[in-house]
C-alpha cells in the first residue's frame, strides 16, 4: 500500500465510478481498475461493490476511508512542513532569551512573527547571556537574544536589535528618589547591588565600568543576577542598582529610576540576536531578517540608531559601545 493507492482509493470513493475517479486523477480508466484490485488483494478484503452504474463502499472500505483521508492529510503536512523548512517559513526554532528581551522586545515581536510566519514553531528559553552563547554552541539554541555588548563573542554573530542605557534605581524611601535625575558619581557613596560576575560576567563588566567611567568603584552590597531581584533588594533599602532602562516598565512599588546624567559619549546597553557564525539555518535567517526589520521599523519612529551588524564582542579594557544600533524602543 502507497500514498498514491491511497489517493486512489479515497478518489474513487468520492465519485463512486472508475470513469469519473480516472477523469479526476488524470490517468486511464484500466490501470486504475488494476491498483484498486491490487490494493484488495493486498488487504485480503473487497473495498468496492459493483454495480451497474458505479460502486459502492463495501464495510470494509467505509471502515477505511476515514484513516485514509488522514494518512493524505499528514503526508501533505509532511510535505508542507519540509517545503517551509527549506524555504525558512516553517519549522523549529528554539529561541534563547535574556529575561529584560520580554519586558519591551518580545511583545513587538512575537505578534508580527505569529502572523507572517505561523509555521515556524516558537521555543523560547530563558537564561542569561552567557548560557545563551553556551547553548549555540551545543546547538541547544539556534539562536539568542541577550546582552550586548559582550566581553567575548568570537565564533558568533551579533545583530543590535534595542540600544538602551543604565538607569538608577533607588528606594523610594531614599532622598535621592526626589529627583528625576543624576549624575552617577552623586550616587558614589552608596551601597551598590551589582550583578555576579560568575553568573552575567558580561552585564557585571558593563556595570562596573560604568561606575569606573564615572570615576569611582562602587561599594558592593549585595550581588543579584535578575532584575526583579535587584529592584526588590533596592526596594528593602540594601543599596542602589544599574538597570536597563527598559526596566522601568517592571519596576516594583518602592523603587524609583533616575536617569543618569553623565553617560560617557557611545556608552550604551542593548540587546542583540545572537547566532553562530557563519552559514545559518533559513529558518534562523527569516528569524533575523525579521527581527532587523522589526528594529528598523522602530528606528524610522525615531527610537534608536541605524542598524548595523557586528561580529566579535568586546575586549577588557574597551569602552563598551554600540556605535550604530538599530533601537526597537526600549
Known sequence: MNLRQLHQFVTLAETGNFHRAAERLHMAQPPLSVSIRKLEDELGSPLFERTGTGVLLTPA????????RRALQHAEQCRQAVQDARAGTG??????????????LLPRLIPSLRARYPQIALELTEATSSEI????????????LLRYPVLDASGFELLPLDRDDFVLAVAESSPLAERDAIA?????HEPFIMYPRARVPGLAALAMMRCQASG??????????????????VASGLGVGLV???????????????????NPPGFHVGIA????????????QRFAEHALECAGQEQ?????????????GLDAGETPALPAVNGCGG
Open 91 to 104: 519549522g523549529r526554532l528554539r529561541l534563547g532569551i535574556i529575561g529584560s528581551a520580554t519586558y519591551a
Open 244 to 262: 536597563a532602562g527598559v526596566a522601568r516598565q517592571v519596576v516594583p512599588r518602592g523603587v524609583v529610576c533616575l536617569d543618569l546624567t553623565d
Open 300 to 312: 524610522g519612529r525615531g527610537t534608536g540608531a541605524p542598524a548595523s551588524r557586528r561580529h566579535g
Open 61 to 68: 472500505g467505509q471502515a477505511m476511508l476515514g484513516d485514509a
Open 184 to 188: 552617577l558619581h552623586e550616587a558614589a
Open 133 to 144: 552563547l553556551e547553548g549555540l554552541l551545543s546547538r541547544r539554541f539556534d539562536a539568542g
Open 273 to 284: 540576536l545572537a547566532r553562530l557564525a557563519g552559514e545559518p539555518s533559513r529558518v534562523v
Open 216 to 233: 569611582f568603584a562602587p561599594r558592593v552590597a549585595q550581588e543579584a543576577m535578575q532584575v526583579q531581584t535587584i529592584m526588590s533588594l
